[in-house]
């Protein structure tokens, strides 16, 4: 025989046996397809084949968890604008609460026309343009909220701990998500990055972890002309964001140690994340502390759980949300759509998980828990205070210049969790005064 014909013949059987290893590891593809064939010709009423394979992709991947999903190819430039801190939409971020099963708000993005409309966090959404949410998914929730600039939605929602919800009508609007805040704006409008009733202590908010977020904080970093002895990063309400932002910010303060590790199926690692050598941006020696609510998660988790176990941020206000999965975005059909599919799990450089699953207790290890006599629990009217009066704050000051002998400085917020961080920082800088930063 032809040594030509031979290598053919090996080929052939190779490729045969790899098609039919694939086969038996997917003997259902076969069954799957034999049934949307039967629908598509034997159903009443005529269904087309790209509702039915993503009919198929939404029920197999969504019972997997309630952070995994399939983009549809509508929905994938959405996506990707999300990441890209700017989409269509009111502006909010949203999770279905465990507890409750329902729509609930994370967290409203500063000057959207959520936030103008007074949505807050801990906001249960009941109705979407007339539809409940009830066992509605986050992904048709998502997508019955964002749409064209202009358009109007009506959200039917009820604010934490009361009784009465009532309906708002919005109008969708592009919505450039602005991450990095302050305490306090200029007169041009432009965030102050220092506390106004203490203007050694800085303050930052991070409200989402997104593309441009580390550009902003380096920014925010440099206190423009201030001196600062002591930082405070506000991560409440922080609803997370890309792993690669949580894992830069922690840079800006650590040249080294591990800063977050992910752990896949059977708790193998599968990756970890050092800190980078060389300089910090922020003085080492600058005391910091970190705000946390129950209803920061995510990235936001990463973030305060990384710098509590290496000392670096002390954890002040409440228990974060518990959400230490990684998802991945891998694409189909040629990056037409996507599969939104957890893999893995975040852990803390102190070796403890993140997630909380939902079997978890309070006893258990997940999330991140205040430091040791910092832990700060809000009442419902309490909450609600806090965010009403630091909306009066974060309000764009007039243009126009302030009248002869300057203004009146804002009366300081009523914040509890905050007033308790600035007791600590002043009782750290009264022991041992730290170096004061100036850009």
């Not at 598509?40 to 993503?54: I, N, Q, T």
């Not at 358009?151 to 009532?166: A, N």
């Not at 908010?205 to 380096?218: A, D, N, S, Y």
């Not at 764009?396 to 009146?408: T, Y």
């Amino acid at each position: 025989m032809p040594l030509r014909n031979l290598i053919i013949i090996i080929l052939s059987s190779i490729v045969s046996l790899a098609c039919y290893t694939k086969a038996q590891r997917n003997r259902y593809a076969s069954t799957i397809t034999e049934a949307m064939h039967i629908i598509s010709s034997e159903f009443v009423d005529e269904v087309e084949p790209r509702k039915l394979f993503e009919d198929a992709m939404d029920g197999m991947v969504e019972s997997l968890d309630q952070y995994s999903t399939y983009i549809h190819s509508d929905d994938f430039n959405q996506f990707q604008a999300t990441l890209d801190q700017k989409f269509g939409g009111i502006g909010i971020i949203v999770e279905v609460n465990q507890e409750t099963k329902r729509l609930t708000v994370m967290s409203p993005l500063v000057g959207t026309p959520a936030y103008k409309a007074g949505m807050r966090a801990g906001d249960e959404i009941l109705e979407i343009n007339g539809q409940t949410t009830e066992e509605i998914s986050l992904k048709e929730a998502v997508n019955l909220m964002r749409g064209l600039p202009g358009t109007p939605i009506s959200i039917k929602i009820q604010h934490l701990g009361e009784d009465q919800p009532f309906e708002l009508t919005l109008k969708r609007d592009i919505i450039p998500i602005e991450s990095v805040l302050g305490d306090t704006r200029h007169d041009d409008g432009s965030w102050r990055f220092v506390l106004e009733s203490h203007p050694q202590i800085a303050y930052v908010r991070i409200t989402t972890f997104g593309e441009q977020t580390v550009v902003e904080l380096k920014h925010a970093f440099a206190f423009d002309d201030e001196e600062v002895a002591a930082l405070i990063i506000d991560l409440r309400s922080n609803a997370g964001g890309l792993l690669t932002a949580a894992v830069e910010t922690c840079d800006l303060f650590l040249d080294s140690g591990d800063i977050v590790s992910t752990r896949g199926r059977n708790g193998v690692e599968r990756q970890s994340y050092p800190a980078a050598a060389g300089p910090t941006i922020v003085d080492p020696h600058i005391p910091t502390v970190i705000l946390t609510n129950k209803y920061s998660a995510s990235a936001s988790e990463i973030v305060a759980a990384c710098l509590q176990d290496h000392q670096r941020a002390v954890i002040v206000g409440q228990r974060s949300w518990g959400k230490g999965t990684v998802q991945n975005i891998i694409p189909l059909e040629n990056g037409k759509s996507a599969l939104k599919l957890t893999t893995a799990t975040y852990w803390r450089p102190s070796g403890q998980n993140i997630h909380r699953k939902e079997t978890a207790t309070e006893d258990d290890a997940w999330g991140v828990r205040p430091n040791d006599g910092f832990e700060v629990i809000l009442s419902k009217e309490d909450f609600d205070r806090v965010i009403r009066e630091r909306r009066q704050r974060d309000v764009v000051r007039s243009n126009e210049p302030p009248p002869a002998g300057g203004g009146e400085k804002a009366k300081p917020p009523f914040d509890p969790q905050l007033d308790r961080a600035i007791e600590h920082l002043l009782e750290q800088l009264k022991a041992a005064p730290a170096p004061r930063a100036k850009a």
